[in-house]
C-alpha cells in the first residue's frame, strides 16, 4: 500500500505570502489520482485538487498543484485570511486510498 | 444541488454497534461511488471503504475487516455504515464522501456522525 507523507507537519506564514506543501508517495502514483484537502476546525475536509493539478469547482486560482510519480505540491500564490486551515494530500489510484498525515498552515 | 446529510451524533458503549447513515440528493444515486473516512479527535483522515450504490458492492480497509459493514437502499438514496465491536478508539466523526464528477477525488462530503464510544 501507498503511503503518504506531508511536509512540513507546521507552516508559519503572514497573510500575502506563498505557501508550498510538500506531498511524497512511498510508490508512483496510478495515474497522478492525488488530491488536496483543505479543513477548517468543525469542517468535513474540502477538495482543492484533483489529478494532481485541477482545480475544483469554485476554487480560486491562487491554489496551484503540481508533480508527478511519487512527489507533489500544493501552492497557494498569496495567502488570504481564510486559506489557513490544515491540508491533506490523498491518493485514490490504488487500494486501499491513503491520506497523507496533514500540514497545518498556521499565521505567523 | 449535491447534498449529502448524515444522521447525527452518537453515544455507544464498548461493544456495541453503531449504524450512520448518509442519505444523498441533488444526483442519480446509483451513479456515483461512495466512501467512508473517519477522523479521531485531533488525528487525520482515516479511510475505511466504498460501497457501489448501483449494485451494492463493497471494499473494505483492511484495518476494519470483518468489523465494518456497508449497505445502501436506492428507494430513498441512502447508504449506511455499520460499525460493530466498538471500542474507545473508535471515538471519531465519521464522514461519507462521493466520488467527483470528473475522477475519483472525494467530494463533496458529507457534514460528519461524530460517534463517542464509552463506557
Known amino acids: 500500500e501507498i503511503v503518504l507523507t506531508q511536509s512540513p507537519g507546521t507552516l508559519s506564514l503572514s497573510p500575502g505570502e506563498r505557501a508550498t506543501l510538500s506531498c511524497r508517495a512511498s510508490q508512483s502514483v496510478s495515474s497522478s489520482y492525488l488530491a488536496w484537502y483543505q479543513q477548517k476546525p468543525g469542517q468535513a475536509p474540502r477538495l482543492l485538487i484533483y489529478?494532481?493539478?485541477s482545480r475544483a469547482t469554485g476554487i480560486p486560482d491562487r491554489f496551484s498543484g503540481s508533480g508527478s510519480g511519487t512527489d507533489f505540491t500544493l501552492t497557494i500564490s498569496r495567502l488570504e485570511p481564510e486559506d489557513f486551515a490544515v491540508y491533506y494530500c490523498?491518493?485514490?489510484?490504488?487500494?486501499?486510498?491513503?491520506f497523507g498525515q496533514g500540514t497545518k498552515l498556521e499565521i505567523k | 444541488q449535491v447534498q449529502l446529510v448524515q444522521s447525527g451524533a452518537e453515544v455507544k458503549k464498548p461493544g456495541a454497534s453503531v449504524k450512520v447513515s448518509c442519505k444523498a440528493s441533488?444526483?442519480?444515486?446509483?451513479?456515483?461511488?461512495m466512501h467512508w473516512v473517519r477522523q479521531a479527535p485531533g488525528q487525520g483522515l482515516e479511510w475505511m471503504g466504498i460501497i457501489n450504490p448501483s449494485g451494492g458492492s463493497t471494499s473494505y480497509a483492511q484495518k476494519f475487516q470483518g468489523r465494518v459493514t456497508m449497505t445502501r437502499d436506492t428507494s430513498t438514496s441512502t447508504v449506511y455504515m455499520e460499525l460493530s465491536s466498538l471500542r474507545s478508539e473508535d471515538t471519531a466523526v465519521y464522514y461519507c464522501?462521493?466520488?467527483?464528477?470528473?475522477?475519483?477525488?472525494?467530494?463533496?462530503w458529507g457534514q460528519g456522525t461524530l460517534v463517542t464510544v464509552s463506557s
Open positions: 464522501a462521493r466520488v467527483n464528477y470528473y475522477d475519483q477525488a472525494f467530494d463533496p
Open positions: 490523498q491518493q485514490y489510484g490504488s487500494s486501499p486510498v491513503a
Open positions: 489529478g494532481a493539478s
Open positions: 441533488g444526483y442519480t444515486f446509483t451513479s456515483y461511488y
